[in-house]
């Protein structure tokens, strides 16, 4: 029986996805697992996994289509099936903003039926379906709600009326959402826990983040990303001869909605502050030393950072219309550059963790990120965010904050300059951090207090070392 | 402010009303000489005499009828039955003849009567004087039936009920004839088709009439001791049925918990959860529950009796399953 199969819901916040390389051909067998898609979402480009073994009658979407979530993309059934019928269903229940090719109508036309009307957003997805990429949309293993039973991402979602009416209201997709009633059923708890929660980070984008956008910088280092150096190579940016526009990607387009809502809703005032890093300075050089690790100074304000949120646990928080909700772990969203934008990968339970551990996770989440392999899952759930520009030689500046989280540590370089010791004008190395807050949870003492702490920490470095 | 006993409550109004309407009688078993099988009607024989409080034999199909017969011509009857058990000999008389006239006379005559007296089971009664027969009535178009929880409601109901020029159907409880509760001083009435919040509630609203408005209440309060905050919700008449109270309180919290002592088939508790469905469908978190006794004939023995019936324990479980806690 052949079956349409629908663009899936790969990230909490995905609302279209752009079709970007089919790997399967029409006619092509597939097996349970096989990758018969690469799919952009607004965070990553994932592989979209067959369900079911069958074979790829026909795929209804061209390459670089952008799909609304649910909508129909390929018809999956047994060799030599008629495909007609589905076909025109498929045409009745394309989504809102019908699939379009990417990348300013350029690329090749879609097929005649990806050009259908529009019309209502696809209904719910018939049973059989190809599985979103791994823990898509499972809830943050770090969390300990209850287990869900049932997570349905697509086809028929179980749940209360109430439940639905809420997460209409509260803009919360309902199938992202895990149900813990009765054989999964969504129930309003779960829509107002799903609306609470710390929504997929994308973005806290530094304000003064450079970015010399354009098709040609593809080359362009991460300048965010601890640990390379690279000078940036403004030279590589060719002026264009003429005005041209840069189609928006859809994580161009999440980031911008994202901060331009934190920007405008959260009350933000910020706190600056200078580190003496001699001592951080000598600590990470003598760790290197002894340990032959690769310590970097983003590392050690990770790990200050944590400590410093443990001790001010007031400010580990989120507002929420229910009330603040202050986290019982520490997870700190890492601001990383990509060629495309910025991600957040979130380091968890930091303050658990040596600065070795830490070191090697920032490391392998900010290669990851640069290669677009994060996950979901490895992007949401942050309490705090971090973003460094130190290496940028950027001497300080103030980051948006990283929603629904209430604040923001932003790192500047740390520099040589004369300051005065004893009395005696002498060569020291300061560092600017500046703490950007969400006044509705954290008022100025509190915030004031934690940096103090940080700072504190960062100045005798050993701390850092339990 | 005055503190009375429901029958007390029963009787005042009975009296009151009577007082201002010579055309007001109590007839029933026992209701003179021995001043009411609960002593509902104590002292009422001397005050308004034999004429206006008249003892009946064992003939209750006789009595409802004579009773109907008289507000036909323009008298208001109360007719007390024992208990509501006994009302099944003239249930004819109540549903054929009672509810009907009114539509079939084609407005001509009024049938302006209460019938009342004890409804529920009490205690080992046996099966067949263990019922709660509110569905059977609330059943038919024509007649209102009003279960009251509390003296001050009942007070107030019933002379509202003696004013109607409907034939009603008032259900009190002999266990709760002895109940105390507060009644304001002076002249009040309480319309009928108006329900009550008994206790505010935000998580999930529990309704319950006549004497199941205790078990709710005692629910609501052990649940308020692990947090959950439970509406009662007393309907205080069944029929009619005060639909935009119950909907606006499910609105509210999302969640119903009906408490019936009646069995569940086709009780009263059916069509109160058939009319939030309707609704309230997109404010439901869950599906309405019930509690019910248990859909059999009362047992005779103390510990299996009170097994079968509806109590606060098994309400609080069915509080918590609709909350998803349980």
Redesign the interface.
Known sequence: MAQLVDMPKLSDTMKEGVLRKWTKQEGDSIEPGDVIAEVETDKATMDFEAFDSGVLLKRLVADGATVPVGAPIAIFGEAGEDTSALEAEAQGRKGGAAAKPAGNGASKAPPASAQAPTAAPAPAAPAVQPKPAPAATAPRASEAAPAPKAAPTQGRVLA??????LADELGVDIRAVSG???GGRV???DVRAAAAAPAPAAAPAPAAAPAPSGPADANLPNPLVPERRTAPRPEAAVAPSEDTVIPLTLMRKTIARRLLESKTQIPHFYLTADVDMDAAMGFRQQVSEVHGAKLSVNDLILKAVALGLKRNPECNASWTDEGIVRYARIDISMAVAIDEGLLTPVLRNVDKKTLGQIAEEARALATKARDRKLRPEEMTGGTFSVSNLGMMGIRDFSAIINPPESAILAVGTVRKEPVVKDDKIVIGQRMALTLSCDHRVIDGALGAKLLQTIVGILERPMTLAF | MRTVQFREAVREAMSEEMERDESIFLMGEEVGFYNGAYKVSQGMLEKFGERRVIDSPITECGFAGLGIGAAMVGLRPIIEFMTWNFSMVAYDQLINHAAKTFQMSGGQINVPIVFRGPNGPANQLGAQHSQATESLFTHVPGLKVIAPGTPKDAKGLLKSAIRDNNPICFMESEVMYGDTGEIPDGEYTIPIGVGDIKREGSDCTIIAWSKMVKVALQTAEALAAEGIEAEVLDPRTLRPLDEDLIVQSVKKT?RCVIIEEAWPFNGVGSEIAYRIQSRC??????PVERLNSLDVPAPYHRQIEMSIRPNAEKAAKLVKKVL?LE
């Open positions: 209360s009326p109430l439940a639905r009416r813990t009633g009765p129930v309003e708890r | 999302g469908f997109d404010d439901l978190d869950h998803y």
